[in-house]
């Protein structure tokens, strides 16, 4: 028997409605796709399903209170909530340059965490 498994790509504008027939744990089918794209899409998204990191993190001495990050490249989607509750301890001092790694290697992901804006330190 073929389970279907429903997706909408999210690489191009034209979201396509996917359906994936898996049968076994295996992908067999993937139907909607106008491009390749999408059926990439829809067989790493059944197979392997990988998301971006977008938080804030403490910053000591900065202009404001939280420096936004994220990750250089998506993890696994099942380690997110575990990289996020990693980062809800880390503090860092000001000033910070967008793209600095505020957090290596997250989860033992290889993927870095870093920051997504520069940050200078408070005037006194």
């Known amino acids: 028997m073929k389970n279907k498994h429903q997706y909408v790509c999210i690489n191009c504008p034209l979201s396509c409605s996917l359906e994936l027939l898996e049968e076994k744990g295996e992908v067999a089918e993937v139907q909607g796709a106008e491009c390749k794209i999408g059926?990439?899409?829809a067989e790493e998204e059944?197979?392997?399903p990988r998301r971006m990191v977008t938080t804030t993190v403490l910053i000591?001495?900065?202009e404001l209170p939280l420096l936004p990050v994220r990750s250089?490249?998506?993890i696994p989607k099942a380690l997110v909530g575990e990289a996020v509750k990693a980062l809800a301890d880390v503090v860092v001092k000001a000033p910070v340059k967008s793209g600095d790694i505020i957090y290596p290697n997250i989860v033992d992901t290889g993927v870095d965490i870093v920051a997504s804006r520069?940050?200078?330190?408070?005037?006194?």
């Open 118 to 124: 520069d940050l200078p330190k408070a005037s006194s």
């Open 60 to 62: 000591e001495g900065g």
């Open 39 to 41: 059926k990439k899409y």
């Open 46 to 48: 059944f197979k392997n």
């Open 72 to 74: 250089k490249s998506s």
